[in-house]
């Protein structure tokens, strides 16, 4: 009996120890399927972080943002052009031609201040420059896609001083991609071709993803005829950039001159002027900017038209795209457009195509909208 019960003992701690180890066993197993899980997971987090696109904003926000960092640059009484803050070492962006030289050269912010301005690097066979302002040094710069490449029907924002319209947005598309050209001394390469409607003043400034924010290129020049621009791609020219930025010239090439399509103030026409306010006027009421649509209206139609009832007047207007547009001069200045604009009505967006005639003249050396009418074609 005795004999019987140690066996019993000795069978049940042998039970015991046997079903300790295995769940032991199982308790280890377990754990380390839970840490590797945990791990993966982890990897696959931080793949997703690294991968995950840029965050989408609202255009509004990308427009605000931006227009702060873009500055008007002013060459004496040679002329102007656009750039916009690289860095928070008060770097500024730009083409070559617009500097082109000079050495000193005076930055606008959007906010009216002016600061001196340096230039510290210059190229001189690509167009692109850098001008250094101390009195910007520390401001946050914009964001800058580095290395990712915009593709055709990106969505894009161009921003400057076209005609000297400080601030100006113009929406568009990346329409082409790797166009190749020369405009003497410069050469183009592998650059974007945009529909974003740019103009003389508009170079240097900033090509931007209407989605992220990002700055994608660099705007350079236009073509004659039609609404199409080139803009670089900020990736192509990022190293001469930063390579300046980080190791200033000391000396300016003094072969790189000022060329035929380094526009002067001076040679703006009343019929180019003319055009593109009508354009930029449009253009603002396609991003929702009725603030800045409505500034360019001379002061009898303003006083006619308060500014909510302006405004009120385009709240269904969901786009406007412009069909036909020209210019007379007749000891007025007239500008006629068929636009069509998408409205909404009745429960659901329509089409309907409309003559605008507007009458443009100048009010305080500001060229202004003076009068206008549209109406309905059938």
């Not at 490449?149 to 400080?166: K, Y």
């Amino acid at each position: 009996m005795k004999k019987q019960w140690i066996i019993s003992c000795i069978t049940t701690i042998m039970i015991f120890g046997v079903g300790f180890y295995s769940f032991t066993l199982i308790k280890e197993s377990v754990a380390s399927q839970l840490n590797t899980a945990a791990i993966a997971a982890s990897e696959s987090t931080e793949d997703t972080k690294e991968k995950a696109p840029a965050e989408s904003k609202e255009i509004k926000d990308i427009i605000h943002e931006t227009q702060k960092l873009v500055v008007q640059i002013e060459i004496g009484d040679y002329g102007i052009g656009s750039g916009f803050l690289y860095n928070d070492q008060g770097d500024i962006v730009t083409n070559a031609h617009v500097v082109a030289g000079v050495t000193n050269v005076t930055v606008k912010t959007a906010d009216n201040r002016e600061f001196p301005g340096k230039v510290i690097g210059i190229s001189e066979n690509t167009d692109v420059a850098v001008v250094r302002v101390d009195g910007l040094k520390g401001t946050e710069p914009l964001q800058i896609s580095k290395e990712k490449n915009a593709e055709i029907g990106d969505e894009v924002l161009a921003l400057g001083s076209p005609l000297g319209f400080q601030n100006t947005v113009t929406t568009g598309i990346i329409s082409g991609v790797d166009r190749d050209f020369e405009l003497p001394p410069y050469q183009f390469e592998n650059v974007y071709q945009i529909s974003a409607p740019i103009a003389p003043g508009n170079s240097g400034g900033p090509l931007i993803n209407r989605k992220t924010g990002e700055v994608v290129g660099i705007n350079s020049a236009s073509a004659e005829q039609g609404s199409i621009g080139f803009s670089i791609p900020l990736p192509n020219v990022l190293a001469l950039i930063e390579g300046w930025s980080n190791s200033p010239m000391t000396s300016l090439p003094n072969n790189v001159e000022q060329n035929d399509y380094f526009y002067e103030e001076d040679s703006f026409t009343d019929e180019q002027l003319a055009r593109y306010l009508v354009m930029y006027f449009y253009e603002s009421l396609n991003v929702k900017d009725y603030v800045t649509a409505y500034s360019l209206l001379g002061s009898s139609w303003q006083r006619d038209t308060t500014y909510e009832s302006f405004r009120n007047g385009y709240t269904n207007t969901e786009a406007v795209y412009i069909d036909e547009l020209s210019v007379t001069t007749n000891g007025d200045i007239t500008v006629t457009a068929i636009i069509s604009a998408e409205e909404w009505r009745n429960g659901s967006y329509s089409y309907q195509q409309y003559k605008t005639t507007y009458t443009v003249g100048y009010e305080n050396d500001q060229m202004k909208i003076i009068s206008g009418g549209m109406q309905a074609v059938n």
